[in-house]
């Protein structure tokens, strides 16, 4: 009877507030998270990989009463206070009836139901699983097809014509393929339990279909089993990735770093995943499994794939990590590096403690990794073989976490990052975390908490807070003190930096969410800078049709020799009408920077599993419009064109990207078939 008064009580208090209304504002805001994340990072490759996780779960979402501690933790945004609390209400109560009911669990926000509910639904609860049949593969199975279209229309200079004498001597003026990117992805699922996939693509500018290559450029196959039975925990079977620890020694997974949730910088997914990404380099290729007896996880994985490089001989002086094989250079570097890894990893866990322990190899065949020697490559791997192992930790109570990771190379070097989170309330978190990581330690597939790209020549501390003191304002902050004790590219001697956020958000009602937020930065690169950004958006939900969002962005960029700055106004509107299937949302920029080192990155509206985020400089203005149009149930359109006009210059881009003019203008289309 209490749950039932509660329930009708949430349900009076949001009556005048449409479901629609609710999944409109959703759909925006995990994506809105994602372009937080991306406009602080240069891992614009693993920040798309999430983007397309992320798309697949929305696309895939999980049934809100049995979702498992597992499947909520492959949620960034989702804290283990708001996951304990979530699963503690269920059991509780029992099975929730309605999504609204998401408001009686304490932990749980405004902003994050906002975030959550495009990744639940509530359906019907199968006791016992489905027999695996053939009958029961192909009519309880779900399958979906999308084919997605890409290109510029202005002529960039890589697609002009020149004389064949001009490329023999010339190769590489210009591009050998066609300038569209198209790309076909198709998953299959038969519940949770088997999963697979099949990705085909091309960027623009390689060859599709001429006399240099015919087919797509890349692709991806993977097989993923999961819960078969009592002991079979995970079998991946192709592409998959990898996550163990703290991304010391092994992580495919985007690194949680400086952001506005400031407390949640633990990375929570262990074991093996399908990659179904377009990411080219992030991933491995074999064969994975996991088996489980009690509370043990043991974990084998095996990988062989070649990877791009620049080769002589024997020796291999880098690798080519883009995915690029637009020209004659590109293909010369395409696939040539024969890559093994093998290992494992041990895990122990309960409610309450973790432990693991993973240890793995690589090699590169009968290639040598010798980089060009300079000062500040001086410890860089070398050699033809390396070995990894660490080990990570966990231990917990309701208010207090400790949680961390060591870890070793082969060359005897150590790092670690080990971090101390107090939930004292369910309206306060504090998080203090420290990592070393010795200028000599070696993990090629380290990604972990950093300021640097690699896991190698840095120490700081990080102190991230995120206070509630009222249900409609929240205040976010956090400071990260780093120093580098060696060189780094552009830098010729130790350096340090520190970095500041601070963020006020206000959410009176499910139709308002403002917040500023301003970023400090200072750092040595070629020469010292200081870095001051200040954002300010506002989210008004105006009915169950119409969304507005406001935002303005201020950056002021300080060297010794100068100091520029920029600013960019912004406004878009989504509609969404209640009787048409059609999603549309319209985004108008204008912007004023002084330079490169002020650009400013645009927040605008993306189709799924096609992330971008533009940046901008000089003066101008962006336009952009997107659709999702509903063809029938199983049948969908998206598409984006955007415009840019820039008022202070002639040509846009450089080298073979450059185009002649002051507009550029871009289509991105998806068509999505489910069955």
């Known amino acids: 009877m209490k749950r039932m008064f509660i329930n009708l009580l949430v349900y009076l208090l949001i009556s005048g507030y449409q479901l629609k209304s609710q999944t409109l504002y959703s759909v925006d805001k995990w994506m809105e998270y994602i372009e937080e994340m991306a406009s602080e990072t240069e891992d614009e490759e693993r920040i798309e990989a999430l983007y397309t996780d992320l798309s697949y779960l929305v696309e895939h979402p999980f049934e809100l009463n049995t979702v498992t501690e597992g499947e909520l933790k492959r949620l960034p945004f989702l804290s283990d206070l708001q996951i304990r609390e979530l699963l503690e209400y269920r059991s509780r109560y029992g099975k929730m009836l309605t999504l609204y009911e998401l408001k009686n669990v304490e932990a749980f926000d405004l902003e994050t139901i906002s975030l959550f509910i495009p990744f639940v639904y509530i359906g019907e609860i199968i006791v016992n699983k489905r027999p695996i049949t053939v009958k029961n593969l192909l ?61 085909a693509e091309k960027d623009a500018g390689e060859p599709f279909w001429n006399e240099y290559h015919k087919g797509y450029d890349y692709y991806s196959v993977h097989l993923f089993l999961k819960d078969m039975n009592k002991w079979l925990k995970s079998l991946a079977i192709g592409d998959y990735k990898i996550s163990f620890g703290q991304g010391l020694v092994i992580s495919n997974d985007f690194s949680p770093s400086r952001n506005a949730l400031v407390s949640q910088a633990e990375r929570k997914t262990n074991g093996f995943r399908c990659h179904f990404s377009t990411n080219e380099n992030d991933f491995f290729q074999g064969a994975a499994a996991t088996v489980n007896w009690k509370n043990l996880d043991i974990s084998l994985f095996y990988s062989y794939r070649k990877l791009d490089g620049s080769v002589d001989s024997t020796i291999v002086t880098s690798f080519k990590t883009d995915g690029l094989h637009r020209l004659v250079r590109d293909r010369e570097k395409m696939r040539k590096v024969a890559m093994q890894t093998y290992g494992g990893n041990i895990r122990y866990a309960t409610p309450d403690l973790c432990i693991g322990l993973t240890a793995f190899s690589y090699s590169f065949g009968n290639y040598s990794i010798q980089p060009d020697p300079k000062p500040y490559n001086l410890f860089y791997f070398r050699g033809n073989r390396n070995l990894n192992i660490s080990v990570d930790y966990l231990l917990k109570n309701r208010w207090i976490k400790f949680y961390g990771e060591t870890a070793m190379s082969r060359n005897g070097a150590v790092a670690s990052l080990n971090a101390l989170q107090l939930t004292p309330a369910s309206y306060f978190s504090l998080l203090l975390l420290y990592r070393y990581y010795d200028k000599r330690y070696q993990a090629f597939f380290g990604n972990a908490f950093s300021q640097n790209s690699a896991v190698q020549n840095e120490q700081g501390v990080y102190m991230g807070m995120q206070w509630t003191p009222f249900s409609c304002w929240k205040l976010s902050a956090y ?79 300080t060297e010794t020799s100068e100091k520029s700055k920029g600013w960019m106004i912004a406004q878009s509107v989504g509609w969404k009408p209640v009787d048409i299937p059609v999603h549309t949302n319209f ?13 400013i990155f645009s927040y605008e509206k993306n189709i799924l599993y096609a992330f971008n985020m533009p940046s901008f400089y000089g003066k101008g203005v962006r336009l952009a419009l997107s659709f999702r149009w509903d063809i029938v149930k199983q049948l969908s359109l998206s598409a984006k064109f955007g415009y840019t006009y820039y008022a202070d210059r002639d040509v846009i881009g450089t080298d073979l990207e450059e185009i002649e003019g002051h507009m550029k203008a871009d289509v991105y289309t998806s068509l999505r078939w489910k069955f």
């Not at 697609?159 to 998953?187: A, I, T, W």
């Not at 780094?488 to 340090?496: L, N």
């Open 479 to 557: 400071a990260d003190i780093f120093r580098f004790p060696w060189l780094k590219y552009g830098v010729d001697a130790p350096s340090t930096g520190k970095e500041y956020m601070l963020q006020l958000d206000y959410t009176p009602s499910r139709n308002l969410s403002v917040y500023v937020r301003y970023k400090y930065k200072q750092k040595e690169d070629i020469e010292p800078y200081f870095q001051q950004r200040l954002r300010m958006q506002a989210l008004y939900v105006i009915s169950s049709s119409v969304s507005l969002r406001t935002s303005a962005d201020g950056i002021c960029y």
């Open 139 to 199: 009519k309880r199975s779900t399958n979906n097809l999308q084919i997605r279209y890409d290109r510029c229309f202005q002529q960039k200079k890589g697609y002009c014509s020149y004389p064949d004498s001009m490329l023999q001597q010339y190769p590489n003026r210009k591009y050998l393929g066609e300038p569209f990117y198209h790309s076909v992805r198709y998953s299959y699922a038969f519940d949770e339990r088997i999963q697979f996939g099949l990705v």
């Open 587 to 599: 985004y108008v920029a204008g912007f004023h920077t002084d330079n490169y080192r002020t650009r």
